[in-house]
């Protein structure tokens, strides 16, 4: 009798955990937003709630683009876009982490670096722009330099969180079985701090999309950036959207790809996404 009413009970109790979950990962689920938006954006155009004048139709901007990519224009300020952020990544990324591991694992350290980071995480992109100019001129060294310095930004808070949330047993056995420095930050550091570096790229690469909007709409002569600025000068809002467009969808499939790599990774960590 005792099992036979157990039974229904801890059914209950299973069904009760499985009702509190956010359920099985939706195949493509990062999709159904923006193709909410799209449709919606299609159905105002069509039904002329949404004046073509100050926003175009969907089908208009992919005749636009269309006629970019036939006349070249769109690959070559594509590939110019791709390749400044590329190379405010490779230069952001490893200064951000290397600065986060100094000052995470050493007080003096936080006390020279945490400060100025701090700083720099509230100064808007803009108002760095003008020094940047004067110091590298308006070339490729300022717009990669500005990416940069706007990724190093999360990748230094978030790497610099994973180190400090660190459970102080492992510190401690490590300390206990004598593990030299290099093999402490080797197998304890960097596997502890990875979860809070992925989540710091994850902003970084879609920092670096931002950041690179600013650089390129101020003295720039190539780049989407570009592409939507002489689009300004001559009122084409079709060409301005193609741009907008492109750079949503490289920031989602950038995070996409970071995502991926995260699930990989941390395959191993059960949480409420898994």
């Known amino acids: 009798m005792t099992l036979v009413a ?15 979950r956010p359920g099985p990962a939706l195949r493509f689920g990062s999709l159904v937003g923006p193709s909410l938006l799209l449709a919606l954006w299609a159905v105002g155009s069509a039904t002329g709630l949404l004046d073509p004048r100050f926003l175009s139709a969907p089908w208009t901007v992919v ?3 269309a006629d970019l990519v036939e006349s070249g224009r769109l690959q070559d300020n594509l590939l110019t876009s791709v390749r400044r952020v590329a190379l405010g990544l490779a230069l952001g990324v490893p ?7 100094v000052s995470g694992l050493s007080r003096w350290g936080e006390a020279v670096i ?6 720099k995480r509230a100064i808007p992109a803009l108002a760095l722009m003008p020094l940047l100019i004067l110091w590298l001129g308006i070339g490729e060294v300022m717009k990669v330099t500005v990416i940069a310095v706007g ?8 790497t610099h969180n994973g180190l400090r949330g660190i459970d102080s047993r492992y510190v401690e056995l490590a300390e ?3 593990l030299r420095r290099g ?22 690469v879609t920092t670096a999309w931002l950041f690179l909007v600013v650089a390129e709409l101020i003295n720039s002569t190539s780049g989407i950036g570009y592409l939507m600025d002489l689009a300004r000068t001559y009122g084409q809002t079709d060409v301005i959207l193609v741009g907008i467009v492109l750079y949503g969808l490289l920031g989602l499939f950038s995070d996409a790809a970071v995502r991926l790599v995260e699930r990989r990774a941390l395959s191993w960590r059960r949480t409420l996404a898994s």
């Open 6 to 20: 157990t039974r229904p009970a801890a059914v209950a109790r299973a069904r009760a955990r499985r009702g509190l």
């Open 63 to 65: 005749a636009s683009a």
């Open 95 to 101: 200064v951000g982490t290397v600065l986060a591991l």
């Open 114 to 119: 945490d400060g100025p980071i701090q700083i």
């Open 151 to 158: 990724v190093l930004v999360p990748i230094y808070i978030h």
């Open 176 to 178: 206990t079985v004598n």
């Open 183 to 204: 093999t402490f930050v080797r197998k304890v550091v960097l596997p502890g701090a990875l979860p809070g570096f992925l989540l710091g790229m994850r902003f970084a």
